[in-house]
């Protein structure tokens, strides 16, 4: 395969994948930050070895996703870290090698766990599996699902061996623990990921690959929007815990509407902030108001959320896509006019329209006077600006109703709904003296075009139509010659 130094400088600023380097500052960061994280969420439990999140699972997603096996390393340390702390914390006084295979059963569970998921997205990306921001999406939210349920099983398994936890809990424990750790991949993996790639080329590279706007809104609209959205959900909280009734937490699901908000008006990073400071909030809540029965609800609620959050961000994107397709099927690419093929569907649809409604429909053909010869003495540049001209001219006359379609290199056809045969008539020759005036840069010659204009007869197809008046230019150019 041959490589040009332009393919070169395009890849070194192609984000490939997900990867930078993992210096050791930087991992013992990261171990220090999954250690606080899982202090937190060990503070919010609402069961035993449960949380509504738990936000080393996003740390760990997050730093796999970016650095590969690499960023598993500060993940393991701190796991160590961490199960040792916990059998100093209740007591538990193991046996050093029976603590050491414990820990290293636990860590490894959730760190192969995470591992799995997060390198299966890298390599997608890296070899160009999933390359926009809606497939991303749909690929993170499918692996997070798999890997939390991983993580979970596995976990339940070390603590079944280890003996902290009954068999007859399975279901219960394996559930909850399962949905809070989907929970942290959902709603913090993004923005861990963000901030680890912070002021960094691949960051930008990133925001420009995906199209994702970096454009804030004031901050003052943005923590508006922030408050409303807390408003309502500690007034759901406070209900939840002055009805006593775990069904009001099923209101949680309406509260996607602001979050929706927030992400169609504001950036990706402020639509991630807020998705995690609305989550906080919540863990916050059901520990403070002991809302142990609504928990659940809570977390699915949270992952539905932050599931439709993302798909939010990602719909200007395909809408902006989508219509970006349909403009170059539509359109020619040149002067912007409908191309052949859609002028003459849509033309049938309004032939189909005044046959059953009885209004009438002229077609207007204009033709530009050897056109080949000026792309043969001034350039196929100054022939493309003569096309680009003649059709911004004609568009500028039309009403809304009104259709333009380039028929041919040097042919533009209008189709004018409601429009007799006498004013068409009218109109084209007013459009070709406006015509012949057209100044164009680096013509030195006038322009010369001839018309046509015909009125459609019942039931006259498409094409006959277009014959019929290709054809009267056509003789119309020939008396011309004559004359």
Known sequence: ??????????????????????????????????????????????????????????????????????????????????????????????????????????????????????????????????????????????????????????????????????????????????????????????????????????????????????????????????????????????????????????????????????????NALRAVISLAIFSIVVALGAAIFALSDSAIIYQFAISVIAVTVYFSLAAPIMLSQSQSLQYQANNDHLTGVSNRRYFLESAEDEFARSFKNQFPVSLVTFDILGFRAINNNYGHSVGDQVLVEVAKCLRSELRQSDIIGRLSSNSFVLLMPALTHDSAQRFAEHMRVKLNYLSIEGLKQPLDFKCAAIEIEQNESVDGAIKRVSELLERAKTQSRRG
């Open 1 to 266: 395969m041959n490589h040009s130094p332009f393919s070169e400088l395009r890849d070194a600023h192609e984000p490939r994948s997900p990867e930078q380097k993992l210096s050791w500052l930087r991992g013992v960061v990261i171990c220090v930050l999954w250690i606080a994280l899982w202090r937190l969420s060990f503070v919010l439990e609402y069961a035993p070895f449960s949380s509504i999140w738990y936000p080393p699972a996003g740390l760990s997603f997050a730093v796999t996703l970016l650095y590969g096996w690499r960023g598993a390393l500060p993940v393991i340390a701190a796991g160590y870290i961490t199960a040792f702390w916990i059998d100093a914390m209740y007591g538990f006084a193991s046996e050093p090698l029976a603590l050491f295979l414990t820990s290293t059963s636990s860590t490894l569970a959730h760190v192969f766990s995470y591992a799995v998921g997060a390198l299966f997205l890298r390599q997608f990306i890296r070899v160009h599996v999933i390359r926009t921001l809606p497939a991303i999406i749909l690929s993170f939210v499918a692996l997070g699902f798999i890997t939390s349920l991983l993580a979970a099983f596995f976990g339940v398994q070390v603590q079944i061996s280890a003996g902290s936890l009954s068999i007859f809990n399975l279901y219960e424990n394996w559930l909850l623990r399962w949905v809070g750790d989907m929970v942290g991949v959902f709603v913090l993996t993004p923005l861990f990921f963000a901030l680890l790639m912070w002021k960094t080329p691949m960051y930008s590279a990133w925001l420009r690959r995906l199209r994702i706007s970096t454009q804030p809104t004031p901050l003052y609209q943005y923590l508006l929007k922030v408050t409303v959205s807390l408003t309502l959900l500690l007034c759901l909280i406070v209900l939840s815990w002055w009805f006593e009734n775990p069904d009001v937490a099923f209101g949680a699901f309406f509260l996607v509407l602001p979050q929706m908000w927030i992400a169609y008006t504001e």
